[in-house]
């Protein structure tokens, strides 16, 4: 360190001009803006800013993979709606985060990654550890950053912040030099603020797209409000549910919007699209009109365009003019944040009031095509002794409140728990919705923890999906969360088995998945576990998980060849789902037979 620097004050803000390393200016930096909280690995290309870091307030966690540290940050921003921290070393580090990045870039998540470089001198030689992160993680950054001088640095980190939150959020990459970190500069955090941030010139609603908008919403006999992430991202749950209630409008949600309008709702209709309920899907496709609410109509939502909800005419309100008209021609694009273009929809709308003619009309309808699916439904039929994941997922929903924060991982039990655990508020589920990351769940709730220590957070993974980032146990207990761990372990890859039974003759090439006994593993860590085999045995064992002082894994060894239904096949419209099968489905896996 350059002698003549000054020490950071104990809190670590530094309100005047003041000489530091790089390093210094980093940490400072991110104090500036708010950070408490990082995740990384250190490695030599980072090692200078890592031998800073004590003089600042910030909390470092050790991850046990680069991937976790992505993961940490970006559970962290979805917890809190802050900008997640995730900082590792150059070549393999650097790398490692991609998959990360890429989960954050697909879902819209505000996070800011911190890597190290080799020293500029050697750039371009193919030094140790040396790798154009900038060059690898253009397309899955919403903007990337090379710094190679230490007055750089501050400007750099600042804009990257701005740009990660602002518009619709995303990833931004900052790459650092190893002497940048080492070399000294003036910092000055207010100088440099990068200027103010400038909306997209498409950013401006006019007024004759609110009023034909609002004319559009009056004259339908069978609107459906379609809610996305963007309601939660924009923080538009209010003014989502003014709008519902005002003119008595169904609301249907993709899974990145679940929690973004409250599940108890008369005018909730559930989850749409591949896995969403049967009347939902039934519902978009007799509409009249669709008002899409911060979604971006993909394939896991609309099925094939050419067959969807051809009969109805389209509202989409969209933050990012690039998803306007991009898989769905809309009529009306009212393109902004959110929650300032309902404010200013919200009067041109007149209401009909409760038990309104032509809304009740329409509810009672789409309420209607729901007997007949809830008679098949498996958490209305008796237990038999069978364990299955929609029991797990609808016993932790009853027992827990549905107050817990759930972080889920990707395939069946994704699926189960946007089904059977019903979400009331915003924030309260975290899951890989765009890029379907397996091995997301562990690392991104242990970020969720540190965002929120004081509230209650589940782990639910399958078995195979677990197995990916399984070594964060050691952080869990390492960092002391307390992490409730619930493994839907049927013993395959649940969902390619599930594509394989339906459309490939039940061919289970590659699927069948042999896993460690898992309360041994955890045991390993110094985490307590239990085994769960019948629905019995559910309520003793998350009593137990909950009341336990630090974390508590519990595997539910539920039946293998279980699917999820309804399913629309793959180039189908949205109409055309398979359904749970008739008769008894609790008697549906190879062994019963």
Same mark, same amino acid.
């Given at each position: 360190?350059?002698?003549?620097?000054?020490?950071?004050?104990?809190?670590?803000?530094?309100?005047?001009?003041?000489?530091?390393?790089?390093?210094?200016?980093?940490?400072?930096?991110?104090?500036?803006?708010?950070? #408490?909280?990082?995740?990384?690995?250190?490695?030599?290309?980072?090692?200078?800013?890592?031998?800073?870091?004590?003089?600042?307030?910030?909390?470092?966690?050790?991850?046990?993979?680069?991937?976790?540290?992505?993961?940490?940050?970006?559970?962290?921003?979805?917890? #809190?709606?802050?900008?997640?921290?995730?900082?590792?070393?150059?070549?393999?580090?650097?790398?490692?985060?991609?998959?990360?990045?890429?989960?954050?870039?697909?879902?819209?998540?505000?996070?800011?990654?911190?890597?190290?470089?080799?020293?500029?001198?050697?750039?371009?030689?193919?030094?140790?550890?040396?790798?154009?992160?900038?060059?690898?993680?253009?397309?899955?950054?919403?903007?990337?950053?090379?710094?190679?001088?230490?007055?750089?640095?501050?400007?750099?980190?600042?804009?990257?912040?701005?740009?990660?939150?602002?518009?619709?959020?995303?990833?931004?990459?900052?790459?650092? *030099?190893?002497?940048?970190?080492?070399?000294?500069?003036?910092?000055?955090?207010d100088a440099a603020k990068p200027a103010p941030y400038r909306p997209h010139p498409m950013l401006r609603v006019e007024e004759s797209g609110l009023a034909e908008a609002a004319s559009m919403i009056r004259n339908a006999k069978r609107p459906v409000i379609l809610a996305g992430h963007g309601v939660i991202q924009s923080g538009a749950m209010e003014q989502l549910r003014s709008l519902a209630e005002r003119a008595q409008i169904p609301v249907a949600l993709t899974l990145l919007g679940l929690g973004g309008f409250p599940a108890s709702h008369p005018l909730n209709l559930g989850m749409m699209g591949m896995h969403g309920e049967s009347w939902v899907n039934?519902?978009?496709?007799?509409?009249?009109?669709?008002?899409?609410?911060?979604?971006?109509?993909?394939?896991?939502?609309?099925?094939?365009?050419?067959?969807?909800?051809?009969?109805?005419?389209?509202?989409?309100?969209?933050?990012?003019?690039?998803?306007?008209?991009?898989?769905?021609?809309?009529?009306?694009?009212?393109?902004?944040?959110?929650?300032?273009?309902?404010?200013?929809?919200?009067?041109?709308?007149?209401?009909?009031?409760?038990?309104?003619?032509?809304?009740?009309?329409?509810?009672?309808?789409?309420?209607?095509?729901?007997?007949?699916? *809830?008679?098949?439904?498996?958490?209305?039929?008796?237990?038999?002794?069978?364990?299955?994941?929609?029991?797990?997922?609808?016993?932790?929903?009853?027992?827990?409140?549905?107050?817990?924060?759930?972080? *889920?991982?990707?395939?069946?039990?994704?699926?189960?728990?946007?089904?059977?655990?019903?979400?009331?508020?915003?924030?309260?589920?975290?899951?890989?919705?765009?890029?379907?990351?397996?091995?997301?769940?562990?690392?991104?709730?242990?970020?969720?923890?540190?965002?929120?220590?004081?509230?209650?957070?589940?782990?639910?993974?399958?078995?195979?999906?677990?197995?990916?980032?399984?070594?964060?146990?050691?952080?869990?207990?390492?960092?002391?969360?307390?992490?409730?761990?619930?493994?839907?372990?049927?013993?395959?890859?649940?969902?390619?088995?599930?594509?394989?039974?339906?459309?490939?003759?039940?061919?289970?090439?590659?699927?069948?998945?042999?896993?460690?006994?898992?309360?041994?593993?955890?045991?390993?860590?110094?985490?307590?576990?239990?085994?769960?085999?019948?629905?019995?045995?559910?309520?003793?064992?998350?009593?137990?998980?909950?009341?336990?002082?630090?974390?508590?894994?519990?595997?539910?060894?539920?039946?293998?060849?279980?699917?999820?239904?309804?399913?629309?096949?793959?180039?189908?419209?949205?109409?055309?789902?398979?359904?749970?099968?008739?008769?008894?489905?609790?008697?549906?896996?190879?062994?019963?037979?």
């Amino acid at each position: 360190m350059d002698t003549n620097a000054n020490t950071p004050s104990p809190n670590g803000y530094i309100t005047t001009p003041t000489r530091l390393t790089g390093s210094e200016i980093l940490w400072a930096t991110l104090v500036g803006e708010g950070v #408490t909280d990082v995740f990384g690995y250190p490695g030599g290309a980072i090692l200078p800013a890592y031998d800073a870091l004590r003089k600042f307030p910030i909390r470092h966690i050790l991850v046990r993979h680069e991937q976790g540290a992505a993961h940490m940050a970006d559970g962290y921003a979805r917890a #809190t709606g802050k900008v997640g921290v995730a900082v590792a070393t150059s070549g393999p580090g650097a790398t490692n985060l991609v998959t990360g990045i890429a989960t954050a870039m697909l879902d819209s998540i505000p996070m800011v990654c911190v890597t190290g470089q080799v020293s500029s001198k050697v750039l371009g030689t193919d030094a140790f550890q040396e790798v154009d992160i900038t060059g690898v993680t253009l397309p899955v950054t919403k903007h990337n950053f090379l710094v190679s001088k230490a007055e750089e640095l501050a400007p750099a980190l600042r804009l990257a912040f701005q740009i990660a939150k602002s518009g619709r959020p995303g990833p931004v990459l900052v790459d650092i *030099t190893k002497d940048a970190q080492q070399a000294t500069a003036l910092f000055d955090f207010d100088a440099a603020k990068p200027a103010p941030y400038r909306p997209h010139p498409m950013l401006r609603v006019e007024e004759s797209g609110l009023a034909e908008a609002a004319s559009m919403i009056r004259n339908a006999k069978r609107p459906v409000i379609l809610a996305g992430h963007g309601v939660i991202q924009s923080g538009a749950m209010e003014q989502l549910r003014s709008l519902a209630e005002r003119a008595q409008i169904p609301v249907a949600l993709t899974l990145l919007g679940l929690g973004g309008f409250p599940a108890s709702h008369p005018l909730n209709l559930g989850m749409m699209g591949m896995h969403g309920e049967s009347w939902v899907n039934q519902a978009i496709q007799e509409a009249d009109l669709l008002i899409a609410c911060g979604m971006r109509f993909d394939d896991r939502v609309i099925g094939t365009p050419s067959t969807y909800a051809l009969k109805a005419k389209k509202i989409h309100i969209e933050v990012d003019p690039a998803e306007i008209n991009k898989n769905i021609k809309v009529d009306i694009a009212l393109v902004g944040d959110l929650a300032e273009v309902l404010e200013q929809l919200l009067p041109r709308v007149s209401s009909r009031g409760q038990g309104g003619r032509d809304g009740a009309a329409w509810l009672k309808t789409i309420d209607s095509s729901k007997g007949a699916v *809830t008679v098949r439904d498996i958490k209305n039929l008796p237990d038999s002794g069978h364990l299955y994941a929609a029991h797990v997922m609808h016993d932790l929903w009853r027992i827990t409140g549905g107050n817990a924060i759930v972080v *889920t991982d990707v395939g069946q039990h994704q699926m189960w728990e946007a089904q059977y655990f019903h979400h009331e508020h915003p924030r309260t589920l975290i899951t890989s919705g765009g890029l379907g990351t397996m091995g997301f769940a562990l690392p991104a709730a242990i970020g969720a923890k540190v965002a929120c220590p004081d509230k209650e957070v589940w782990v639910i993974a399958g078995d195979g999906g677990f197995q990916m980032t399984s070594p964060e146990l050691a952080t869990i207990a390492q960092e002391k969360l307390k992490i409730h761990i619930a493994i839907i372990n049927n013993g395959y890859l649940g969902m390619v088995r599930q594509w394989q039974e339906f459309f490939y003759e039940k061919n289970y090439e590659s699927t069948p998945l042999v896993s460690p006994d898992f309360v041994k593993l955890a045991d390993a860590h110094g985490i307590a576990g239990r085994a769960v085999r019948t629905r019995g045995e559910v309520e003793s064992a998350v009593a137990e998980a909950r009341s336990h002082e630090g974390a508590f894994l519990l595997n539910f060894l539920v039946e293998k060849e279980d699917s999820v239904y309804p399913m629309i096949p793959a180039g189908s419209a949205l109409h055309e789902m398979i359904r749970r099968p008739g008769g008894n489905p609790l008697v549906e896996s190879a062994d019963d037979k």
